[in-house]
């Protein structure tokens, strides 16, 4: 079984700049999850995706990012314009489905962010 | 608010020794916690999941237990080798299976 899929695996842009990443779940899965991991913490949870309906969005700084789960399938989460401090690893996790208890998570390898 | 606390943030140990780490959480009305690990500069690998109506779980050499009303669960590590070295996290979700919150992690470091 494939894991999760995400791109790119590093990138690095200046202030002010935009960025997208891409995040493809295993084949199933109806949950979706992007977290934010800072250097030395835990993952934040961003944005939590049901198919294509967002189910919790609330620590997603809404000014400067967005997400999009269209097809309810893979997502691509979008900053813009990027500051100093969203420098960190964005993760994608996604899970079978959270309503029906199948809420064990799969996590993809991330996508390292370097603002400069 | 929900808060995950973990305790210690750093461990070193002998190659061979069994080893707890400690995650608190605030939140009584969890629904479920989960065990992962993380090498440096890769993403989360699930270790056990534990469902609140449940008391622990185990894989292998790993243990994890939850206790909801004391507010804490216990990860054991039986014969820690050095490939045990890792960061280990735990998270918790609320009673409708969302707002995942993490601890910030315990690195172990098990020596040879």
């Known amino acids: 079984e494939a894991g999760v899929a995400q791109s790119p695996r590093y990138k690095i842009i200046e202030k002010r700049q935009s960025v997208a990443f891409w995040c493809n779940p295993i084949?199933?899965?109806?949950?979706l999850y992007w977290y934010q991991q800072i250097l030395g913490q835990g993952p934040k949870l961003l944005i939590q995706?049901?198919?294509?309906?967002?189910?919790?969005d609330s620590q997603l700084p809404k000014d400067r990012f967005s997400a999009e789960r269209l097809k309810g399938v893979d997502s691509t989460l979008k900053i813009q314009p990027a500051k100093l401090e969203d420098s960190a690893v964005y993760l994608c996790?996604?899970?079978?489905?959270?309503?029906?208890?199948?809420?064990?998570?799969?996590f993809g390898p991330g996508t390292r962010l370097t603002v400069t | 608010k929900q808060e995950v606390t973990q305790i210690p943030a750093a461990l070193s140990v002998p190659e061979g020794e069994n080893l707890v780490l400690n995650c608190s959480f605030t939140?009584?009305?969890?629904?479920?916690l989960q065990w992962f690990r993380q090498d440096p500069g890769k993403g989360l690998t699930s270790l056990l999941l534990?469902?609140?109506?449940?008391r622990e779980q185990t894989s292998g050499r790993l243990n994890a237990s939850l206790d909801k009303s004391s507010g804490r669960s216990t990860l054991y590590i039986a014969a820690s080798q050095p490939g045990d070295s890792a960061t280990y996290l735990c998270?918790?979700?609320?009673?409708?299976?969302?707002?995942?919150?993490f601890g910030p992690g315990t690195r172990l470091s098990v020596l040879p």
């Open positions: 996790a996604s899970s079978l489905d959270r309503v029906a208890g199948g809420s064990e998570q799969y």
């Open positions: 084949s199933g899965h109806a949950t």
């Open positions: 995706f049901q198919n294509n309906g967002v189910v919790d």
């Open positions: 939140d009584s009305a969890i629904y479920n």
């Open positions: 534990i469902q609140s109506s449940q």
């Open positions: 998270a918790e979700s609320d009673n409708y299976g969302q707002n995942f919150v």
